[in-house]
Nanobody, 123 residues
């Protein structure tokens, strides 16, 4: 399984960014894909997950209403649209999955990770 993120960068508070993640090399039809972040000096924080059919999405309280997770199965691509960004959103963002278990909000259970992309929110 290969997981490759892109789309990070520097943005001012209140701005927007869209992260992308291309996943390849697996055949499962029922699984979660997730975004996880790690702020400087802190541990992994689960951000959002989406089920393979795209119908069920889940968000951490810290990003609910500001971030939107989506997927394009035809392109094997996962997205994270981030709006109204705050300084506390500054972190390395990782795409993780596929994960077929129940505890999609537990980062340490994921076996496959991208290399991470830096998001910096600063004026």
């Amino acid at each position: 399984v290969q997981v490759v993120e892109s789309g990070g960068g520097l943005v001012q508070p209140g701005g927007s960014l869209r992260l992308s993640c291309v996943v390849s090399g697996f055949t499962s039809s029922s699984y979660y894909m997730s975004w996880v972040r790690q702020a400087p000096g802190k541990g992994l924080e689960w951000v959002s997950s989406i089920y393979s059919d795209g119908g069920n999405t889940y968000y951490a309280d810290s990003v609910k209403g500001r971030f939107t997770i989506s997927r394009d199965n035809a392109k094997n691509t996962l997205y994270l649209q981030m709006n109204s960004l705050k300084s506390e959103d500054t972190a390395v963002y990782y795409c993780a999955g596929p994960y077929s278990g129940t505890y999609y909000y537990t980062p340490v259970l994921y076996d496959y990770w991208g290399q991470g992309t830096q998001v910096t929110v600063s004026s």
